[in-house]
């Protein structure tokens, strides 16, 4: 009898303990599902802490989600970035209040750009490249007006006094009930200056599916996290004159039979590195802006990356810079250049002294008059880890000037195949890398040997990590 009872309670405790367990898993399973489930939108971002449970028995508390402002989230994406890159949280704590002017300025550009261009999960399934239907037809004649004054005004800036004329142009024309299909880029092609990023964009162009944009590089998306808006009117058209450069591209994806296989893209080296003296300064939490605005709009592009021989690279770099050239470099191009570029390096090492390789790189990099700018460029791996902060490591492709030069068939295939597209014919590839050969080639003394020494010995430690992170790297051999 006794032996009977305890196996009954013996079967009802398990059978409790059973029920305890599945209505436990099922909560569990049901709250991770609602979290998988929800929409993690482009401007409505949500966290949610690890599940936890109280000190009262089978009671499961699952902490409410917090939904994040597009401003609070980009704040957090630069806070995250800049922690990548080796800030400082006490650097963060200083600068907070910078991170949040940076990321509100750029909540409001954005929410600005989406009245205009869809979101990302609006874009057309059917196409490869991010389109879609508009009722707003930007003109010839401001797409016109637009190439041709544009160069005329510092920075791209447009004029307030021409807003009121353009907006009215761009979005009080009657569209008649028309639909305009419109495009932005698939692929970036940010590289960096002298690394023969201008001959892969004029090889690319010439393939049957990739439709160039009227502007290489349209220079766009640097000015939109640090520079707002003076008004809503003048924002839209800000966002008119991009669209106006992929005109041409969308036109072409449109009218073509094959158009959604056809792609086009962006090739501003601004994006990852900003070369231009854009009047505001520049600091580490902007850099960290622009590949998190650029990542909301387009997060499924697709970046090729371009990388020369940083040593060489520094020295085409300052030569192609000769409007600038004193007499001092006019008569000697070669000692110039080894003079300031040792004053780079020394500061570059006291700088580090101080505070993150990250910060040092960019703060150098901006001083022009000391003609740093040539240093930081070429610290492939800052800048290549910045931007894999916003995308995954499978939406890079990874090239090395000296083996496109030397390959270019291999080379261009190895991109045709990253993009999904038809390989290029050897005749083609050939004569499309070719094509430049002989352009920007230099008379000048050669760059000195204790000098291309000084940069080795610089660079060696970035490339040694380039290549552990991405197996990439340029061999240096000492003379000794």
Known sequence: MRSSIKQLFLALAIAVATIVCVTYKFGNTRATSVLNNQENTIDQVYLHSNLTTTTTPNVL??????????????????????????????????????????AKKAAVSLETFWEIVPKPKDYLSDYKNPCWYSNVTISTNVSKFLKAKFPAYHNNTIPQSDVLWLHKELFETQTQGNQTLQCLPYFLLPGVLKSGTTTLHSALSQHPQIMKPENKEPQWWYKLPVSPPASKKYMEVFVARYLSAYLSPSSKINSRKDGSSLITYDASQTMMVNVH????????????????????????????????????????????????????????????FEKHIQKAVNKFQQCVRNISIYECVNKVRTDYKELSVWLGSGVYYIHIQKWMQFWPKEQFILLKTEEMVLQPVSTLRKITDFFSLDPFSEKTAVSAMTARKNVNKSNHKQMLPSTKKLLQSFYQPFNKKLEELFGINWKYVYDH
Do not use: T
């Not at 300064?281 to 850099?287: A, G, Q, R, T």
């Not at 590949?291 to 192609?320: C, E, G």
């Open 61 to 102: 508390q699952i902490q409410p989600l917090v939904r994040l402002s597009l401003e609070e989230s980009i704040s957090e994406d630069m806070k995250r970035c800049s922690l990548a890159m080796g800030i400082s949280p006490n650097v963060l704590e200083q600068n907070k209040h910078n991170i949040a002017s940076i």
């Open 277 to 336: 003296d854009s009047g505001f300064h520049i600091n580490h939490e902007d850099y960290c802006a622009f590949p998190a605005v650029i990542s909301r709009v387009l997060p499924q592009a697709k970046i090729i990356v371009l990388m020369r021989d940083p040593v060489p690279r520094a020295y085409s770099h300052y030569l192609y810079l000769s409007n600038k050239w004193p007499l001092e470099k006019k008569r000697d191009p070669a000692l110039y």
